[in-house]
């Protein structure tokens, strides 16, 4: 019963005489914090929620935005070395889609280009010296969203969303343990005879806290100090280590 609590305050939300009734989407998270301790494996978030009509749905999740560098190796000599480099600006950091059926069968190109939907669709701009490139190079583009997704950032395939009845929907969101810090944005978009009809938005955080916050707070904020003070640690725990075997 504890399960149906949310589902059953979004329908009523949607009953109401209220200015919610003009919502055609209606979502909400289980948890709208992800918090990042010690020990932190990765976590999953329920986004539930409702719908006034029914129709298709498609859940985009974007990290929050920071440059990629993409380098390309070359075989010399035996031995793999870095050669070319691009800079990609403001890549989101974390990609995922979810849908109730394949996309191509209720969406067009024309709105999947338009609202970024799909990887293919991703507005990935490289730049050199500051300055933003028309284009950026297929082999670049493509080595980026490989990287991202062997690291479990970007997905590899799209996945479900599931309607219980036909209003009620849900769909469970994975986040990885090598998650970025920040601001994620999850939008959903609701799709009729083939046409958008409605979108709705909502943010997710995701925190450090404990002594993950701290460290992560140093290294940002005094970089230098968080330097010098990891060499000590390091030459610290060499000498101790190399003390232990002497006793040894």
Wanted: glycine fraction near 6%.
């Amino acid at each position: 019963m504890r399960q149906l609590i949310p589902f059953l305050t979004i329908l009523l939300a949607l009953t109401l005489p209220d200015r919610a009734q003009a919502r055609d989407i209606t979502i909400d998270l289980t948890d709208p914090i992800v918090s990042i301790t010690t020990g932190f494996t990765g976590t999953d978030l329920l986004l539930y929620g409702a719908v006034k009509q029914a129709g298709d749905l498609v859940v985009v999740v974007r990290g929050p935005a920071r440059d990629e560098v993409v380098r390309r190796k070359e075989k010399m000599l035996g031995v793999w070395v870095n050669q070319d480099e691009l800079v990609f600006d403001k890549v989101p950091s974390f990609y995922r889609v979810s849908s109730n059926r394949p996309l191509k069968e209720f969406m067009n190109a024309a709105d999947a280009d338009r609202l970024q939907i799909g990887l293919e669709n991703l507005d990935l701009r490289a730049k050199v010296s500051g300055k933003l490139l028309p284009e950026a190079p297929y082999e670049f583009r493509e080595g980026l969203i490989r990287n991202l997704q062997r690291i479990g950032l970007y997905m590899t395939k799209p996945d479900n969303v599931v309607f219980l009845s036909e209003q009620l929907f849900r769909t469970r969101l994975r986040f990885p343990a090598n998650v970025s810090v920040g601001t994620f944005t999850i939008e959903v978009y609701l799709f009729r005879d083939n046409k958008l009809q409605s979108t709705a938005t909502t943010l997710l955080t995701v925190r450090k806290f404990g002594v993950e916050a701290q460290v992560y707070d140093l290294a940002h904020r005094y970089s230098l100090a968080y330097g010098v003070l990891a060499v000590i640690i390091a030459v610290v725990a060499g000498w101790a280590a190399n003390a232990a075997f002497r006793k040894g």
